[in-house]
């Protein structure tokens, strides 16, 4: 028995899992012997299931009956594992042999919540989403602008602290997790819920790290990209940033700049007919008295503030200075 489990949703994605579990199984060995990947189907209508019993009777399958969510299928994985640390997988991620260990080893210290490795696109480029280091610009978390040379440098004399760790491939301890409830559900169907998960960690103190040294290759198909239309998707990014910003600002900078900007780039997207953004917003504001009750329950408790996180994320960063790259 092992101390970690590797979790991974699917919805409709047998062509992605005869494609990467290979990988994940190999990871898995690497790791220590007995560590145990978990495939939760989401509801799938292809041959998902069929492809997990025939050809990878070493995968422990949990069934949905009907479509539920990512947040839900997630939810149910981490339930299932019987181990401290757990590693969120999409199915469209391929992992390199040995990513595992250099990500577990955060977790000797109490403070630590979540690590990101580096994830790399199919060309082999570097998402910029590795490490989301942000700072506050106009009313808006910007992702700053980095590279790979600069990160690895950085790492030999300290540890990278980012915002989140994306859900698709995210090392985090079960325990704490659960403490939050898992991702939120105001964010479903897709998309942000990884976003709010690191930030209420870190109002917690509990800390988010990328480690530039473990790999993983994203690819550009996936569940989401294979199973909704262009538009849908569109609309729940658009009302899934609203919902970050009004849950996660301040009152002062959402009075003062966030929501100024936003009612700005509103009036232009009217101007322009840009429909299914205008929707993502009034989808919103339908969702206002969700949010404001949620934002009230996740500042409870809180020992950080947003601006505080923000601030230690580059305290120790000469490339970024004052928010500014």
């Keep these: 028995m092992t101390d970690l489990t590797i979790v991974m949703p699917n919805y409709n994605g047998a062509h992605l899992l005869r494609r990467n579990l290979p990988s994940v199984l190999q990871a898995a060995a690497a790791y220590a012997a007995g560590t145990e990947v978990i495939v939760v189907d989401d509801g799938s209508k292809d041959d998902s299931v069929d492809v997990l019993e025939k050809e990878f009777p070493q995968v422990r399958c949990v069934r949905h009956l009907e479509n539920q969510g990512f947040s839900e299928a997630v939810l149910t994985g981490v339930k299932a594992a019987k181990t401290r640390l757990l590693f969120l997988l999409n199915s469209d991620v391929e992992m390199e042999v040995g990513c595992l260990r250099p990500l577990a080893g955060y977790f000797t210290e109490e403070s630590t919540f979540s690590v990101n490795p580096l994830m790399l696109d ?23 602008d980095w ?17 989140y760790a994306c859900g698709g491939c995210m090392m985090v301890e079960k325990e704490k997790f659960m403490a939050l409830g898992g991702f939120h559900p105001i964010f479903k169907p897709f998309y942000g819920e990884d976003y709010d998960l690191g930030i209420r960690g870190w109002y917690r103190g509990w800390k988010t790290y990328f480690e530039p040294n473990s790999t993983v290759i994203h690819q550009s198909q996936g569940s989401i990209k294979d199973n909704v239309k262009r538009a849908r998707v569109k609309q729940v990014r658009r009302r899934n940033r609203y919902f970050l910003e009004w849950l996660h600002m301040s009152r ?8 100024p900007q936003s009612l700005f780039q509103l009036l232009g997207e009217i101007v322009i007919l840009d429909k299914t953004n205008v929707k993502g917003f009034f989808t919103a504001l339908g969702s206002l008295p969700q949010v404001l009750a949620a934002r009230r329950s996740i500042l409870e408790g809180q020992v950080m503030t947003l601006d505080e996180i923000i601030h230690e994320i580059h305290a120790f960063d000469p490339l970024v200075k004052k928010g500014k790259p």
């Design 122 to 144: 199919e060309d082999g480029a570097v998402n910029r989403h590795s490490w989301n280091l942000r700072s506050m610009q106009r009313g808006y978390l910007k992702l700053d």
């Design 147 to 163: 590279t790979i040379e600069q990160a690895r440098v950085l790492r030999q004399s300290r540890k990278l602290s980012s915002l």
């Design 252 to 259: 002062s900078q959402l009075l003062l700049s966030t929501l």
